[in-house]
């Protein structure tokens, strides 16, 4: 069975510096590649995806990631925060095989503090 | 700027009281899901429809739960009687048509608690 993993419930950063969030994922398939945030009382939004193609992709807010197969990893990074960027973040994955659905599998969520 | 919006934002209830979420996707998204969201738990799916028909309601629990889209512009989700177990955040979501090509939108949200 698929599962996603964000190995850190929270992480607390210095306003300016570089912060990254790790997710890795145990799929016998291969998987599209997600990254979500959520502002406090606000629904989800989408950051970034990996669906195909190179391995880094670019997402809003000045995020980044980069999907690594031979370590089933899709961490998240950015080389500065900001207070703004305050929120929970969210990885998750979709089977491949299942690509005409929508069955997200998400992680736990990774709490991102940013300290002034 | 649209959006997808949820009433009500806060619910608060007692156990064996019917409760109804509704969401309003995006104009023109044709997909809706219904997500969950507990601290034991995480984000889980509980259903999507496609054009209104129901795609997969797997994720909900079917003697207490159901949901439905009236028309278009809105869909529904109830609970039947409502359970302690029930207390979370339920999202819904739009998108414009299935698949991890397509983004979906997110509401911000009914936080329910049932006592």
């Known amino acids: 069975a698929q599962s996603v993993t964000q190995l850190d419930s929270q992480v607390p950063v210095f306003e300016e510096a570089p912060v990254e969030l790790r997710c890795n994922y145990s799929s016998s398939v291969s998987v599209y590649l997600f990254w979500y945030v959520q502002y406090p009382n606000q629904g989800l939004q989408l950051l970034l995806k990996y669906l195909s193609g190179s391995t880094l992709v670019k997402g809003i807010n000045g995020f980044e990631a980069e999907f690594n197969k031979s370590q089933t990893s899709f961490h998240l990074r950015k080389p500065s925060v900001h207070i703004s960027d305050t929120a929970e973040y969210f990885c998750a994955v979709i089977p491949s095989l299942t690509s005409g659905t929508y069955k997200y599998i998400f992680g736990t969520g990774t709490r991102l503090k940013v300290l002034a | ?115």
């Open chain 2, 1 to 115: 700027d649209a959006r997808v919006t949820q009433t009500p934002r806060h619910k608060v209830t007692e156990m064996g009281q019917e409760v109804t979420m509704r969401c309003q996707p995006i104009l023109g998204h044709n997909t809706v899901f219904w997500y969950r969201q507990t601290m034991m738990q995480g984000l889980e799916l509980l259903a999507y429809f496609r054009n209104r028909a129901p795609l997969d309601d797997s994720g909900m629990p079917k003697d207490r739960f159901s949901a439905e889209m009236p028309d278009a512009t809105l869909a529904t989700l109830k609970i039947q009687p409502s359970e302690p177990r029930d207390s979370a955040v339920y999202f819904c979501a739009s998108g414009l048509q299935p698949g991890p090509r397509e983004t979906q939108y997110f509401g911000p949200g009914t936080r329910l608690l049932v006592l």
